[in-house]
């Protein structure tokens, strides 16, 4: 792994009003490191992609590498109001400006056939339309990609489908990914780096140092059933 820093996160807090949504985030990401962002809802997850990608003012100090491209996958909330519009997969590809043969075989890679790019979104089942996305987010050759929860909605099998695409593409394409997700069992087969925000309570590191009982109660309160990974 390079130990090329691409990231760098300090003393970042974000409020909206009178309420402080983020408070004082810290964290230092490599190149190709895989950062998997844990806590409640209303932790303040979502913001700090926002706050990443220059969507609202916050405090503190955040700055990007030398030659970042940046791409981003929002929230199943914004998607699936996005798959109601009256658009066909071609259409979308258009607007990015991308050659008819790299948008085949970016959709091939995700295991998509020609004919979806005549299909409307409203017609592409919750998978498809998911695979498809990917492909968006990737087919422009972005170096560092933020997912929020990208296999909420989609069933069991179809979640390790996305994930095993994720991290294929994470290895082939030697990208930064940072992705917010709830699954802690992702967590460890996916992430090499977790950031875990809530109940006033950060944490930064490698999974297997970060993901402790306690840590996980302070994050999450009471209720929390903790499973130890087993490394192979």
Not at 74 to 91: E, R
Not at 101 to 118: F, P, Q, T
Request: proline letters at 3%; glycine letters at 8%.
């Amino acid at each position: 792994m390079s130990d090329e820093v691409i990231l760098t996160v300090k003393d970042v807090s974000v409020s909206f009003g009178e309420k402080k949504v983020i408070d004082s985030v810290n964290f230092e990401l490599q190149k190709n490191e895989n950062l998997a962002i844990l806590g409640p809802n209303g932790a303040g997850k979502t913001t700090l992609f926002k706050a990443l990608l220059g969507l609202v003012p916050y405090d503190g100090e955040i700055t990007w590498g030398k030659d970042v491209k940046l791409s981003y996958l929002p929230s199943q909330g914004f998607l699936q109001d996005a798959k109601n519009l009256p658009l066909t997969v071609m259409d979308f590809f258009a607007l990015k400006n991308i050659s008819i043969d790299k948008v085949k075989d970016m959709l091939h890679n995700v295991g998509l056939h020609d004919d979806v790019l005549y299909k409307n979104f409203t017609t592409l089942s919750t998978g498809q339309f998911q695979r498809m996305l990917i492909a968006w987010t990737l087919v422009d050759d972005a170096n560092v990609i933020l997912f929020d929860e990208p296999i909420s909605g989609i069933d069991i099998e179809g979640q390790k489908v996305i994930y095993d695409l994720l991290h294929k593409f994470w290895q082939e394409k030697k990208l930064t990914i940072l992705m917010i997700s709830h699954d802690l069992n992702i967590v460890w087969e996916h992430a090499n780096r977790v950031l875990c925000l809530g109940s006033g309570h950060t944490c930064f590191g490698a999974p297997h140092a970060v993901l402790t009982p306690e840590a996980l109660e302070d994050i999450y309160g009471t209720g929390i059933k903790f499973y130890e990974h087993k490394h192979k």
